[in-house]
């Protein structure tokens, strides 16, 4: 039995999380992903529930409070008039009564002969006044009657039947139910669009800084210029914004740093590089001369590809380049190369890219793609979001399970690519950096043409 309770609770247990993960999943679905409409949601929320509930609350108990005793003033007074008509002579059409009706009750009094009461009307849609005024006529009238609160606008009309004639009453309206109850509800809803238009004024100026600060992160993080961006808004996003600005600053220096560096280092070798071909120079020519001349330029070669992995060249700035241009070009060398090329480009070509460092990251993927294939095919597309440029080529490939080790500096794969074909094993880490640091990815893949399939893709 302990077992069985035991399991029982588990499975309730279970209902209740799955339950609750159906929600929770239903929530995020139908709720809105932006910072600005889930405050505006935060604030309204409580607000429209704070204002029905107040609604509710006077249409359920003050109106209908006051309303009921208004109705039972008005059923006194008809109650009055209907026990005073038997008491009073029958003169010159009941003159009497329908002055005492009209002078001390408001009430306008009409005796008709003796007929049946018209049908039943209509209900009202809202009934509040017509349900509590019958009522209060039934308890305090004992006769048969008739009402009608739909006929005339500001007016009431009750019909009583007496022995020997119809008692025609007109009352009006106001005395009978709380008029004034449509000025509480327009105050109430005047205030809540006053109170909702400042609270999405207020918001849309705290939210601006905090987008702002997003496109300046992500300006910067595709290399671009981050203009005209300062701190603002509140102390947060003040210290938030600030902060960003000091880390790039950091970054710049560093960047800076390493390029003033990387200058220094690079200005050296190639001194050292320079004399040893002037030295091989003056050296008679032979087997060995040349083959130490080849050594000299492949190092020299290694020299330029690890500088330029090292440097990252982050001095071009960002600007509209003709991306179908771009794959023409790099379609032409890979045929200087004796590769079979094809190349095709869809959509706008235009693109605010920093053109030398893409073209860089696209033509060290053909030049891959041209050192170990015979056909080689470039695919540029442009939408609204993406540039996407694809590299096909028919030659080895790669292992599915090695095409991210490729990206790690310095790596050749003996098997899939032939080591004595060159290359420093930067190409693809070079690709791969300018890419990221477009805000876009390279990625590896199974190619239609039977090879590899490179492809690059940046935001637009």
């Known amino acids: 039995m302990a077992a069985a309770s035991v399991a029982g609770l588990r499975s309730i247990g279970a209902r209740l999380r799955e339950a609750n993960a159906r929600v929770s999943a239903w929530i995020n679905r139908v709720t809105p ?17 704070l204002q029905s509930v107040v609604a509710f609350v006077f249409m359920e108990r003050h109106y209908n409070t006051v309303t009921r005793r208004l109705s039972a003033a008005v059923s006194q007074d008809i109650a009055a008039v209907v026990a005073l008509y038997p008491l009073l002579p029958p003169d010159d059409e009941h003159a009497a009564l329908r002055r005492i009706a009209w002078r001390t009750l408001q009430l306008n009094v009409t005796v008709l002969p003796p007929t049946s009461l018209p049908p039943p009307g209509q209900k009202p ?97 595709k290399g671009r210029d981050v203009e005209n961006f300062r701190p603002r808004g509140a102390r947060e996003v003040r210290r938030a914004a600030i902060a960003f600005l000091e880390m790039k600053r950091r970054i710049e220096r560093q960047i800076e740093q390493r390029t003033t560096m990387l200058a220094g280092v690079s200005h050296d070798m190639r001194t050292i590089l320079t004399r040893f071909k002037l030295e091989l120079a003056f050296l008679p020519e032979g087997e060995e001369t040349e083959a130490l001349k080849k050594d000299v330029e492949e190092l020299q070669g290694m020299l330029e590809a690890y500088l330029a992995f090292a440097r990252g060249d982050p001095g071009e700035q960002a600007a509209l380049t003709d991306m179908a241009q771009v794959v023409e070009d790099l379609r032409l060398n890979a045929e200087r190369d004796g590769a079979a090329a ?58 599915e399970d090695k095409r991210e080790d490729v990206f790690r500096p310095f790596l050749r794969l003996d098997d899939a690519r032939n080591q004595d074909a060159g290359g420093s094993g930067l190409g693809l880490s070079i690709a791969r950096d300018i890419a990221r640091a477009h805000g876009g990815e390279v990625t590896l893949a199974d190619s239609p043409l039977g090879g590899l399939r490179a492809t690059v893709r940046v935001p637009v």
Request: net charge positive; glycine share 6%.
């Open 33 to 49: 992903k932006g910072l600005y409409p889930r405050s505006l949601i935060i604030i309204v929320t409580p607000m429209v529930i």
């Open 342 to 399: 094809r190349a095709s480009f869809m959509g706008p070509p235009l693109v605010e890219v920093k053109g030398d460092q893409l073209k860089r990251s696209i033509a060290n993927l053909v030049n891959n793609a041209v050192r170990h294939a015979k056909t080689v095919e470039i695919t540029g597309t442009r939408d609204a979001r993406w540039l996407i440029v694809t590299v096909d080529d028919d030659g080895p490939g790669i292992p």
């Open 125 to 221: 849609f809202f009934s509040g006044l017509d349900s509590a005024l019958s009522r209060e006529i039934g308890v305090r009238v004992r006769a048969p009657f008739w009402i009608d609160t739909v006929g005339r606008s500001n007016l009431i009309e009750i019909r009583v039947k007496m022995p020997d004639a119809i008692l025609r009453i007109f009352a009006q309206r106001n005395a009978a139910y709380a008029s004034n109850s449509h000025i509480f509800l327009l105050w109430m809803v005047g205030t809540s669009l006053v109170l909702l238009t400042v609270a999405i004024l207020f918001l849309r100026n705290q939210i601006r800084p905090i987008e702002n600060l997003a496109d300046a992160a992500e300006a910067f993080g």
